[in-house]
């Protein structure tokens, strides 16, 4: 079984908090999402930080770092509450994708063999990458089902078990 513990610093915290995004519940998700399309062996406990590129529109995850990069620009689809959830969802599974990539399918870092400025501009050689295509078709898949269970987890969070 894997158990993922993601971490932040109170900066990154409060964005998230300021985002409507409750960092425990995204790791509920996450925790609950690979456990059930992955089957684990033995039971691992790695970590990962979460990151927020300030001004920029993507997010990033550098091979052999347990870090994830996202955009701090969750407006891109909208200015609602689920728009912005919506935006961090879509970049937080595509990295965590390349995180899975690199700790879990052992594939190397020069099997993504393009540069940042091949990323930025779209080039063929960013887009067609089989790793790329591989994160966003797992990004895809899984964000719609990723969503409705943090909404569930959420409202199950809000109730109080009273006597």
Same mark, same amino acid.
């Given at each position: 079984? &894997?158990?993922?513990e993601l971490?932040?610093k109170q900066?990154?915290?409060k #964005?998230l908090?300021?985002?409507?995004?409750?960092?425990r519940?995204?790791e509920?998700c996450? @925790?609950?999402?690979?456990?059930q399309i992955r089957k684990f @062996? +033995? %039971?691992?406990?790695?970590?990962i930080?979460?990151?927020r590129?300030k @001004?920029?529109?993507?997010s =990033?995850?550098?091979f052999g770092c347990? /870090?994830?990069?996202?955009?701090g620009n969750?407006?891109?689809? =909208? #200015?609602?509450?689920?728009? +912005?959830?919506?935006?961090?969802?879509s970049?937080y599974l595509?990295? &965590?994708?390349? %995180?899975i990539?690199?700790?879990?399918? =052992?594939?190397s870092?020069?099997k993504?063999n393009?540069?940042? /400025?091949?990323?930025e501009?779209?080039r063929?050689?960013y887009v067609k @990458?089989k790793?790329?295509?591989?994160?966003?078709?797992f990004?895809r898949k899984y964000k719609?089902e990723?969503? +409705?269970?943090y909404?569930? &987890?959420?409202?199950?969070?809000d109730k109080?078990d009273?006597?």
């Open positions: 079984m &894997l158990s993922i971490h932040a900066a990154v915290k #964005w908090r300021d985002n409507d995004i409750d960092i519940i995204i509920k996450t @925790n609950i999402l690979l456990n @062996n +033995k %039971w691992t406990f790695p970590e930080e979460i990151k590129y @001004n920029i529109n993507s =990033g995850y550098y347990d /870090e994830l990069h996202l955009t969750l407006d891109q689809n =909208g #200015w609602s509450k689920e728009k +912005k959830f919506d935006t961090f969802v970049h595509h990295e &965590l994708r390349h %995180w990539q690199d700790n879990i399918l =052992g594939v870092e020069d993504l393009y540069t940042d /400025e091949d990323a501009k779209d063929p050689t @990458n790793w790329e295509v591989d994160a966003r078709r990004e719609k990723f969503i +409705k269970l909404h569930l &987890l959420e409202k199950l969070s109080k009273s006597r």
